[in-house]
């Protein structure tokens, strides 16, 4: 298991730029970003519960809109530390055209595996999720949609909260990393889609309720391939994780497997 978690810790921390470097001169953009969220993990039952999470992310910081997602999934324990879901998602992107302000809207079908375990005072969580994307593809001069992209994206995220404090209601310093690649038909010369790196503190506030609150770094490679976001994003998400078994002291304890966008 040992062996397994360093193996993940090198792949995930492996530096974005040397991934996708294409031998091109580059050209990076840089700008601030908001992003919000409440995301929600319902236990119904000792294996079986499901997700919905809401999320808004904005661009010059506040000043104006970026997208706007919805997803909904069903959950499966398979036992103390490894869980499963699977489900659908939405998600609203601004375009900006001669017209004027549209939404690209971008249909996914994904599937996902998160293994998580507290050794010592640290907790340790891998997802790894895989998505099937729709996405429409606005033309910019008229503003109407041109055609719908598909792709296939592969997500792999590990992170670590370690609790300082005594009190479980003080906040726990968390690092965490997310690597992004995807294939499809228009998808040439970036492979490699995004890296985020999440600095902050996770805090429960009650007794379903969590917030984690940092700052993450989105480094994102366009489809021509020497263009890149370099975003940097204060991020706040809420995490509500009612759990309705009849047996409160049930021997799979209930944790969230909800996620960012």
Known sequence: MHKIF???????????QAISQQGTESQTFEQTQFWTSVNSTARISKHWGMIADV??????????????????????????QISFV????????????DSGREYALERRIYQQALWRAIIGKITFLQRVRVEQRWQEVINTNSGSTDRVRFSSRFRFLISAAVQVFKDPGLPRPVLSNEILFHAGREIVYNTFDQ?????????????????????MLVYQQQY???????NHTFRLFLYYSPDFR????????????GGIE
């Open 6 to 16: 360093l193996g993940f810790l090198i792949i995930m921390f492996i530096p974005a």
């Open 55 to 80: 999320h808004l992310r904005r661009n010059n910081f506040i000043s104006d809109p970026n997208f706007y997602f919805l997803r909904l999934g069903a959950a499966y324990w398979l036992n103390d």
């Open 86 to 97: 699977g489900g659908t998602a939405a998600l609203w992107r601004t375009t900006e055209t």
């Open 195 to 215: 890296n985020r790196l999440f600095l902050g503190f996770n805090q429960r506030i009650g007794k379903n309720l969590t917030i984690d609150y940092g700052y």
């Open 224 to 230: 021509t391939g020497n263009q890149y976001d370099l």
């Open 246 to 257: 009849k047996k409160a002291d049930d021997d799979l304890p209930h944790y969230p497997v």
